[in-house]
Structure formats: structure tokens, C-alpha cells
């Protein structure tokens, strides 16, 4: 073999300083490969589970919105079929409770004048055209201003204390505290109301066919004036 043609053998070296596989680092590398896996898999599942709670409660919610426009439409055929004016029986005329602010008082009273219009002509003690009219006077101005709901607060002193308003007149203007002959009257009173349960006003107005009143909170600013000049003969002051 000529020299030019010369053929250098370097013999191959397995398992050098620069290229070696350590059998510990390749199964590390495995298991975090299965727990990124591992990870991945369920974050899907959280994922997929999710999509399928909001579809059902999207679902839920078209279920309710067609239920609620179903019913809003019954209730609207419904609005169309009732009577342009109801009227409940016996019911006693309105009064004038002119400057006080007793129109709790009047509601309150209006609503035992219809009970016992109405039991008085079931039971043949009135007639049809007749009624007993109370008094409003007889609460004494206890309170300015209040609502009808009193009615219910104030069931334990109605037993014995309504009055015919012959024994106790309304003054319209002054004269709040004054009833006349009261203790008297009250001892001899044959007029007694017992308030059991606060009845369910829908069904006391339309199945029931009971009186029902209505109170509406109104919203009012009080500017107080000094009781001099002309304020001075002012029934408040």
C-alpha cells in the first residue's frame, strides 16, 4: 500500500466523557412526561365538564323564559276576560276625614262597618239598605298618620272598644281628643270584633268576595312654622 493511500484507523469509543445515557435521568424524564400528560388530561376534563354545566343551566334558563312568557300570556287572555268593575257587597259609604291624618282610622273603621253590615244582613239583624256607622273619634288623635295594616296591630283594643259614631261624633276641625261619654258608653258596648288571621288579599277580594283596602304610602316633606303671628291661633300650636 502505497503511502498517498494510506488509511488511518481511529478505533470507535462507546460510552465517552461527552455522550452518556444514565438510565436514572431517562426514567425521570418518563415520569414527568406522565404527569404533564396526567395534568393535560384533566384540566380537559375540567374543561369539558364545565361546557356541560353552563349548556344545562343555558337550557334551564330557556326552559323558565319560555315558562315565564307562557304564563304572562295567560294572564294577559285573562286581564281580557274580567269585568271592567268589580263591586264588593255591602260595602258602607266614604266619609270626609277632612284635615286630620286619620286615614288609617277611616280605612280601618270602613273595613269593620262592611264586616258587620255584612253579618248583620246574613243574619237578618240589618236590612239591606241598612248600616252602623262607627266612630273615628273614638281613637282619641292617638296617632297622625299611620296605614291600614294598624288594623291588625290593634285587634286586642277593637274586642270592646268600636263605638257607633251617635256616641262619639267626628270633629272635623278641632276638638281631636274630645269624645263624650266614652268610659260610660264602653261599659254597656254590644259591639265587639275578634281580627283572627290576616286573610290573603286575592282571595279575600275575588273568592271570598270580602272588602279590601288598599293603602298607598305617599311621600311628603314637613316644613314646621313657629307658633307666632298668624300661626299662633292654629289648632297645632
Known amino acids: 500500500m502505497s503511502d498517498d493511500a494510506r488509511v488511518v484507523r481511529i478505533p470507535l469509543k462507546y460510552g465517552g466523557d461527552d455522550l452518556q445515557v444514565s438510565p436514572r435521568q431517562a426514567g425521570r424524564h418518563s415520569r414527568w412526561v406522565w404527569i404533564a400528560g396526567g395534568v393535560f388530561l384533566v384540566a380537559n376534563i375540567v374543561v369539558l365538564g364545565s361546557i356541560v354545566i353552563v349548556g344545562k343551566s343555558v337550557g334551564e334558563s330557556l326552559v323558565h323564559i319560555k315558562s315565564v312568557e307562557s304564563q304572562q300570556a295567560i294572564q294577559a287572555l285573562s286581564a281580557s276576560t274580567l269585568p271592567s268593575k268589580f263591586a264588593v257587597q255591602h260595602v258602607t259609604p266614604r266619609q270626609d276625614q277632612a284635615h286630620r291624618g286619620t286615614c288609617w282610622d277611616f280605612a280601618t273603621i270602613a273595613y269593620l262597618e262592611w264586616s258587620y253590615r255584612a253579618n248583620g244582613v ?71 270584633f275578634e281580627v283572627k288571621v290576616q286573610p290573603i288579599p286575592t282571595l279575600q277580594l275575588f273568592t271570598q268576595k270580602k272588602a279590601l283596602s288598599i293603602g298607598t304610602p305617599v311621600v311628603s316633606v314637613s316644613h314646621y312654622y313657629p307658633c307666632i303671628g298668624p300661626f299662633l291661633s292654629d289648632p297645632h300650636c
Do not use: M
Not at 262607627?134 to 292617638?142: D, K, L, P
Not at 268600636?162 to 261624633?169: D, I, S, W
Open 122 to 192: 246574613a243574619n237578618g239583624w240589618l236590612k239591606a239598605e241598612e248600616y252602623v256607622a262607627f266612630s273615628e273619634q273614638i281613637w282619641n288623635h292617638t296617632t297622625e298618620g299611620g296605614e291600614d295594616y294598624d288594623l291588625y296591630y290593634l285587634r286586642d283594643g277593637l274586642k270592646n272598644s268600636v263605638l257607633p259614631t251617635a256616641v262619639c261624633p267626628y270633629f272635623k276641625q278641632g276638638n281631636e281628643d274630645v269624645c263624650p261619654g266614652l268610659d260610660a258608653a264602653l261599659e254597656h258596648n254590644p259591639v265587639q
